[in-house]
T-cell receptor, first 112, second 116 residues
């Protein structure tokens, strides 16, 4: 069965500095991988997805992630954090188009 | 832009009561899902539904839960006899048919269920 591990429960950065949110996955197949963001009291919004095409995936709001099969990782990055990026971020894996398995989430805090 | 909608946004109920959470998936989607998120915890898969039947369910989805697509637009989650531990945010999601590549699930805004 597929699973993800988000290595940091909380990341704090200063505005304008780079963001790195780490995710490792486990899958028996060629997985599809996603990053979703959840702002307070809001639903889940898709940031980006990897579905066996290009390993470097660009998403919305300047985020990108790189699929590294040898490291079973799918880390989320952004060159320069903005105050509006403060939210909960979920790494998600899906095998064969079935249910999605969520990581525990990483809360991103952006300091002015 | 099409979106998944859920009603109500917040439901308060007494323990032991039945609740029905409603979802309207995106119109051309064929795969439907329910997830829940207990406060402060991660999002957990409950059930997936395709072609008018459950395709997969988690260990959380016991006999107290059921899903239904009563018409061509709604997708419902019923909890027969709510327990305190059912208090959570419930998310509905839908997904388009796959044509060569996997399509992501689109999530609704959630229904917050509070069981007293």
């Amino acid at each position: 069965a597929q699973s993800v591990t988000q290595l940091d429960s909380h990341v704090s950065v200063s505005e304008g500095t780079p963001v790195l949110l780490r995710c490792n996955y486990s899958s028996s197949y060629s997985p599809s991988l996603f990053w979703y963001v959840q702002h307070p009291n809001k639903g889940l919004q898709l940031l980006l997805k990897y579905t066996s095409a290009a390993t470097l995936v660009k998403g919305i709001n300047g985020f990108e992630a790189e699929f590294k099969k040898s490291e079973t990782s799918f880390h989320l990055t952004k060159p320069s954090a903005h105050m509006s990026d403060a939210a909960e971020y979920f790494c998600v894996v899906s095998d064969l188009g079935n249910d999605m398995r969520f990581g525990a989430g990483t809360r991103l805090t952006v300091k002015p | 832009e099409p979106e998944v909608t859920q009603t109500p946004s917040h439901q308060v109920t007494q323990m032991g009561q039945e609740v029905i959470l409603r979802c309207v998936p995106i119109s051309n989607h064929l795969y439907f899902y329910w997830y829940r998120q207990i406060l402060g915890q991660k999002v957990e898969f409950l059930v997936s539904f395709y072609n008018n039947e459950i395709s997969e369910k988690s260990e959380i989805f016991d006999d107290q839960f059921s899903v239904e697509r009563p018409d061509g637009s709604n997708f419902t989650l019923k909890i027969r006899s709510t327990k305190l531990e059912d208090s959570a945010m419930y998310f509905c999601a839908s997904r388009a048919p796959d044509f060569g590549s996997y399509n992501e699930q689109f999530f609704g805004p959630g229904t917050r269920l509070t069981v007293l």
